[in-house]
């Protein structure tokens, strides 16, 4: 089995100290041969990803926005790359309409703007197992995590993922989801988690940084910057 080491680490990342790196490689490589990411390619891809999603940092997600960064995350179908700026709108739809996927963020600004927990609540309601916008299972179940792992029902398959690889240590991260972001530990494994659920080895093994960064993000966002780093850490493997 190819490991993990402080230097393929830095060249995935170089913002942390190499004193931070090493205090994580036990579960880096516990949890890469537990979840079988265990060959070169598997590991610069899993290391690059991380590095561009959250710097090997246990991020929670901010949800903080203005008015029209969150209009142009959240408001409009097709994504991003469908809002202009210019007009703080959606291109057009097929009706000639802007195409608003949550016409909220323009009506009612005053109570999703730089509020993490309306926005939230709003954008993941009704999705990945979530309840409905006054439930707030969208902010109480955000991004948390190496790779933001969102959603009640995600929450759920990976409480019992643990429990079944841990019977040691039972947990239940839907009654205590907070455990992701204040526990590093629990921030790694779900990110191998999310890798073996998405079953990206298999992509990995095909050596594609777009098509493993699609399983990951969704779409092609960093694109550059998640090749640079892949480039970097099979460099640092020879």
């Known amino acids: 089995m190819a490991a993990i080491t402080v230097g393929l680490l830095q060249a995935a990342d ?13 579960a880096l490589n516990a949890y890469a041969l537990a979840y079988e990411v265990n060959t070169r390619n598997r590991i610069a891809h899993f290391l690059s990803q991380i590095g561009h999603e959250s710097a090997f940092r246990n991020a929670v997600e901010n949800g903080s926005y203005s008015g029209p960064r969150m209009r142009q995350v959240f408001g409009c179908k097709g994504g991003a790359a469908r809002y202009d700026a210019a007009s703080d709108n959606c291109a057009l739809g097929p009706d000639g309409k802007p195409a608003q996927l949550r016409p909220k963020l323009w009506t009612d600004e005053a109570a999703y703007a730089h509020n993490p927990q309306n926005l939230l ?16 299972d969208g902010y109480r179940y955000r991004g ?95």
């Open 14 to 26: 170089s913002t942390n100290s190499a004193d931070y790196y090493a205090a994580m490689l036990d």
């Open 121 to 136: 609540s709003y954008v993941y309601a009704l999705r990945l197992g979530n309840g409905d916008e006054s439930s707030g």
């Open 144 to 238: 948390r995590g190496l790779i933001q792992l969102t959603g009640k029902d995600n929450y759920h398959a990976f409480t019992a993922c643990h429990n079944q690889r841990q019977p040691q240590d039972p947990r239940d991260f839907v009654a205590t989801p907070d455990l992701l972001g204040s526990d590093l530990g629990y921030g790694i494994e779900s990110a191998f988690y999310f890798w073996q659920a998405n079953d990206i080895n298999a992509v990995a093994d095909g050596g594609d940084v777009a098509a493993v960064t699609q399983k990951v993000n969704g779409g092609l966002n960093g694109l550059d910057d998640r090749r640079a780093r892949y480039e970097r850490i099979c460099n640092a493997m020879e």
